[in-house]
């Protein structure tokens, strides 16, 4: 439900740029109206909240964190700027995570702060502190690479003046972002100990995903180089037990 939130929130904020870079979506396509569906997305903004509620204090407060996030996503322009944008997309990937976990049984007191101490000293090799440590690090990874998204959608992003990397540093911005993925991926699985042949298929799909960053440059290629980035994205949770 919370995905269904953020898509007709974003939708119903960026007709302009829908009608450049995604013409088949409901609102330029004239299959809703951009009224409806912004009274569709507020009802959605409720929803989430209350159905979240069935699974406990820790999903309701995911799911409002992901509410706010994106209202400071979309309402209040924070996509406009690189540096906002992708803080706000590492929000919401990470209440996405966060309220899986508290689902599927995350320890409650996994956000203690005697746990967070632990997890910086290094001092406890226990399932909590792992779940912390995939956090912490899926977050770094997020906040440095997540940008991918950005690469299919210049032209719409220029016409809506918005400041994303891949605008601001057309050539520099494929062959770093390529290297920081192969970087984290050889670091995701030394880090892990996910032994040499789960380190071969993390470092092929870094490899790869560069590789089709800088030789692949449509707009059709972007969108699957960052369904793949996604995909290779949350490597650090196969290793959890």
Known sequence: MHLLCCNVSNQSNSLD???????????????ISQTNARILRWVLAILCPCFSSTFGLPTVMASMLMVMATIIYDDLKFSGHWVAKNMCTLSGYICFEVGAMSIMGMPSNCFCLSLQLDFLEGSSDGLDIIILKALAYNSLIILSTIHVQDFPDVEGDTAQNRKTIPILAPVLSRPLTGAMIISWSIYMAFIWRVGIWCSGVLLSMG?????RLWFLRTTSDDKITYVLYNVSSFSPYFVIK
Do not use: M, S, T
């Open 17 to 31: 740029e829908d009608r450049k870079n995604h013409p088949w979506r409901p609102i330029p396509a004239g299959l």
């Open 207 to 211: 490899l790869v995903i560069a590789w």
